[in-house]
């Protein structure tokens, strides 16, 4: 029998972390260990974990550097890191997520909100114009919501507006209620269908973030994503449009007049799904781009006179 390696201690622990470590040797350890394992902010994932496994923040943590870990505690924080260094994202490990300053819970049922989809907000917001424009009573319809990031960031902005989110998955409507509620946001209500199905008024703004990955490439998408994001919210079909195909479908009921829909998009889907929204009646403009210069979100506004999606 081989013997175990003498820099680890029992299941990967590091030796460090073992009995008698204080909470600042434990963090220093894991951050060795994350790095060797190919975490890309081993330093920072350790420090927040850590002060998740022990309920402390930056502070607490930096105070308590000195501190013996207890067993149960070296547990949590072990618990905590071998679940990273297998590949699953911070946020879902803590199951909370910054979305556009806004703390959300996040759960299995729910894409992770990333940085790139505060695109459409800033989209929808610049439409709005300046302060008279954010002050209108809207009616705002999330399609495909998941934790509610889209629909709860634009509620926080605009005062006097009231919206709905919904989603096809039950579970993830539970969280996006959860995270309204918690967040005081009560003029938000959450309806299970699928994109607009169930929706029978019209809406001043629609905004989506749809799963726009071709079926053929989730298998090429980052571990991160391609394991721990539930599959339904990447998958947009063969070429990655068919949620846009059903948006476009529903927009020339779903739009109040002058309404405006904006979307989120993966690489290269700008001039698609802007000839969609166009076959529908409804005028695109030039599309947002992320902070990495990414064609990131579609305004399109609708007309007076509505087509036929082909």
């Known amino acids: 029998m081989r013997p175990a390696p ?38 920072l994932d350790a420090r927040i974990l850590i002060g998740r496994a022990l309920n402390l923040d930056h502070a607490g943590l930096a105070a308590a550097d000195a501190r013996p870990l207890t067993r149960p505690e070296q547990n949590a924080i072990a618990d905590f890191a071998q679940r990273r260094l297998a590949g699953e994202p911070v946020a879902r490990i803590l199951g909370r997520k910054e ?14 909100p990333r940085p790139e989809t505060e695109t459409v907000v800033e989209a929808v917001l610049a ?14 319809a999330d399609l495909g919501t998941g934790s509610g990031a889209l629909l709860l960031a634009l509620l926080s902005e605009l005062p006097n507006a009231a919206g709905v989110g919904t989603d096809v998955s039950v579970a993830a409507l539970a969280i996006a209620r959860d995270n309204a509620r918690r967040l005081g946001l009560q003029r938000a209500a959450f309806v299970a269908c699928d994109m607009a199905a169930a929706l029978g008024r019209r809406f001043d703004i629609v905004v989506s973030n749809p799963p726009y990955v071709a079926s053929g490439d ?33 927009a020339p009921a779903l739009l109040a007049p002058e309404g ?3 979307v989120e998009l993966g690489a290269g889907q700008a001039g698609p799904v802007a000839a969609l929204f166009a076959a529908a009646g409804l005028a695109p403009a030039p599309p947002r781009p992320d902070l ?7 305004i399109a506004r609708k007309l007076q006179q509505i087509g036929h999606v082909a």
């Open 127 to 140: 439409a709005l114009g300046g302060a008279g424009g954010r002050a209108q009573p809207l009616h705002i």
């Open 218 to 250: 989730i298998a090429g998408l980052p571990a991160e994503v391609r394991l721990f994001d539930p599959p339904r919210a990447l998958d947009g079909g063969a070429d990655g449009l068919d949620c846009y195909r059903a948006i476009a479908r529903a």
């Open 260 to 262: 405006l829909i904006a």
């Open 99 to 112: 979305f556009w300053s806004l703390d959300l819970t996040v759960g299995a049922a729910t894409l992770l």
């Open 6 to 43: 003498k820099s680890r201690g029992a299941a990967g622990t590091p030796a460090a972390v073992m009995s008698g470590a204080t909470v600042g040797e434990a963090r220093r350890a894991w951050a060795r260990r994350l790095q060797a394992g190919g975490v890309d902010s081993p330093a």
């Open 292 to 298: 990495n210069g990414v064609p990131r979100a579609l």
